[in-house]
């Protein structure tokens, strides 16, 4: 007969038994993620860390003294920083807007099974993505430069009377800036919008069709709501990335005429290498960007409707 004894014995090894085993696969599912932890936390984290930290620090090179929030307070009143923080919501306001608005426009008529080489197209949009940024920067230089092609196809078709100064003039360059990375991005977008309409159930449509919606209802009321998401998500991202940029500007413009089209990074820029080296106060403008990014997700989010946020 078995005592109570032996079964106390017996549950107490299947407890340790079943302790053993959770340890194990705890150990073993650390082991998979650990280098990848300790790798985000250290190129990632760590750095974020450091770089607040020498936010609040001020001093030419790396001659550096804490001064707490001055730097913070010194923002509010940098001419510079506050042109560039205009000039950098500018780009953000026009061109995120219309190059959502042109990849959901591509996206569909890409979508349409009827259409003949929708692989080439597709390619062919994309295909700006994947160049060089400097080198497609470059480009546009001399496509908007004073007797570059631009000006040469608009006064052939007597579009203009004499050649825009496109990379001089405060208003155009930041036209030229915009084009160009409205240019480069649009397709980067046009592929999510694509993924997210083959994913859509037609029956969906087939039912609005047979119920006698016209296709301008069907895209506001069917294809809009189902790619909610996916806008979001474009948006967002769009507008971290815009927030960031740097190499159209400084390739193109180099932040001129004057500081017309200069953007926060190249002034992070221009205050780490170009002016007298000011890491402290650079750090400080840099997490200026990641405050404007939080504020603007989180406006985004709200005007969405997300309610996971």
């Known amino acids: 007969m078995i005592t109570a004894k032996t079964k106390q014995q017996q549950n107490f090894q299947t407890v340790n038994s079943n302790r053993s085993f959770r340890i194990k696969n705890t150990a073993i599912g650390w082991s998979f993620i650990a280098i990848a932890t300790v790798m985000i936390c250290l190129f990632y984290f760590y750095p974020m860390v450091q770089a607040f ?30 042109t560039t923080v205009k000039n950098t919501v500018v780009y953000l306001i026009i061109q995120v807007p ?42 546009f230089k001399y496509l908007f430069g004073q007797e570059g092609l631009i000006n040469i196809f608009l006064m052939k078709f007597s579009i203009i009377s004499e050649p ?3 990379l001089t003039d405060p208003f155009w360059a930041k036209i030229a800036i915009i084009v160009a990375i409205t240019w480069r991005w649009t397709g980067y977008n046009m592929i999510f919008y694509l993924s997210a309409l083959q994913n859509i159930d037609q029956s969906i449509y087939e039912a609005a069709k047979i119920d006698g919606a016209s296709s ?26 815009t927030l960031q940029l ?31 080296p000011d890491f402290g106060y650079a750090a400080t403008v840099s997490y200026a960007i990641v405050i404007m990014i939080v504020i603007f997700s989180i406006i985004q989010f709200k005007v969405a409707g997300d309610k996971n946020d």
């Open 53 to 82: 930290i020498m936010s609040l620090q001020s001093g030419t090179g790396t001659n550096l003294t804490f001064v707490g929030f001055e730097n913070y307070a010194r923002l509010l009143k940098d001419p510079t920083f506050l």
């Open 98 to 139: 219309v190059m959502i608005l042109l990849a959901l426009f591509i996206s569909v008529l890409l979508n349409d099974k009827t259409m003949k080489l929708k692989g080439v197209f597709r390619t062919a949009i994309f295909l700006p993505c994947v160049t060089s940024l400097v080198a497609y920067s470059v480009i």
């Open 164 to 166: 825009i100064h496109w």
């Open 216 to 241: 301008f209802q069907t895209f506001f009321k069917i294809t809009i709501p189902m790619l909610k998401p996916i806008i979001l998500f474009t948006s967002i991202t769009s507008t971290i990335g």
């Open 246 to 276: 740097f190499d159209e500007v400084m390739n193109i413009t180099q932040g001129g005429p004057g500081n017309a089209t200069m953007t926060i990074s190249q002034y992070i820029y221009n205050l780490s290498f170009k002016y007298t």
